[in-house]
T-cell receptor, first 113, second 111 residues
Framework: GPKVLQIPSHQIIDMGQMVTLNCDPV?????FYWYKQILGQQMEFLVN????????KSKLFKDQFSVERPDGSYFTLKIQPTALEDSAVYFC???????????FGKGTRLTVV | GEQVEQLPSILRVQERSSASINCTYE??????FPWYKQEPGENPKLIID?????ERKQIQGLIVLLDKKAKRFSLHITDTQPADSAMYFC??????????FGTGTRLQVSP
């Protein structure tokens, strides 16, 4: 079936440094999402993105977070600077239209030390 | 914003019995309710979904029920197997809005 690819699968970074998480959504999908999951807990919505713009962001989407998808390339989540509490698995997701299935990538495990 | 409550958080059943997970949502306009299964270290995978124009949907041993008046929906797994052991998340969505997940249910099916 359709796959959302996330690169890298693991990332370890020093607190205060910048990190960029990359997502390659399903090719014909138009809506993109980032979710944060701390081990064993629920998937928490961060942001959704459509037509080059952020549509909605949660309070977890701090000022240090930003997203973009330049010219149809990777959909990225950038955290600058990182904090210890940013350690989590970040899942990218995409969907074709507003009411179709949402497909999730395998996640990037971010560890901030 | 939308909140989705999910219970129970942990569910232990014997193999071949049934398991039920219940969710409630706040936004009466929500119209799409997917259920995801997540195994350790894996991404969530859609197992069944229901739209607001239906009250019941079944795919093999999975049944979802939707009560729009009560803003409640549920997943029933009949004839559980150890391979059904995983985290299960309900979710609610309105059109192009974000998909809001419940807090998850850890299902443990023992042989």
């Amino acid at each position: 079936g359709p796959k959302v690819l996330q690169i890298p699968s693991h990332q370890i970074i020093d607190m205060g440094q910048m990190v960029t998480l990359n997502c390659d959504p399903v090719s014909n999908h138009l809506y993109f999402y980032w979710y944060k999951q701390i081990l064993g807990q629920q998937m928490e919505f961060l942001v959704n993105f459509y037509n080059g713009k952020v549509m909605e962001k949660s309070k977890l989407f701090k000022d240090q977070f930003s997203v973009e998808r330049p010219d149809g390339s990777y959909f990225t989540l950038k955290i600058q600077p990182t904090a210890l509490e940013d350690s989590a698995v970040y899942f990218c997701a995409s969907r074709e239209t507003g009411d179709t299935e949402v497909f999730f990538g395998k996640g990037t495990r971010l560890t901030v030390v | 914003g939308e909140q989705v409550e999910q219970l129970p958080s942990i569910l232990r059943v014997q193999e071949r019995s049934s398991a039920s997970i219940n969710c409630t949502y706040e936004n009466s306009a929500s119209n799409y309710f997917p259920w995801y299964k997540q195994e350790p270290g894996e991404n969530p995978k859609l197992i069944i979904d229901i739209r607001s124009n239906m009250e019941r949907k079944q795919i093999q041993g999975l049944i979802v029920l939707l009560d729009k008046k009560a803003k409640r929906f549920s997943l029933h797994i009949t004839d559980t197997q150890p391979a059904d052991s995983a985290m299960y998340f309900c979710a609610a969505s309105l059109n192009t809005d974000k998909v809001v997940f419940g807090t998850g249910t850890r299902l443990q099916v023992s042989p």
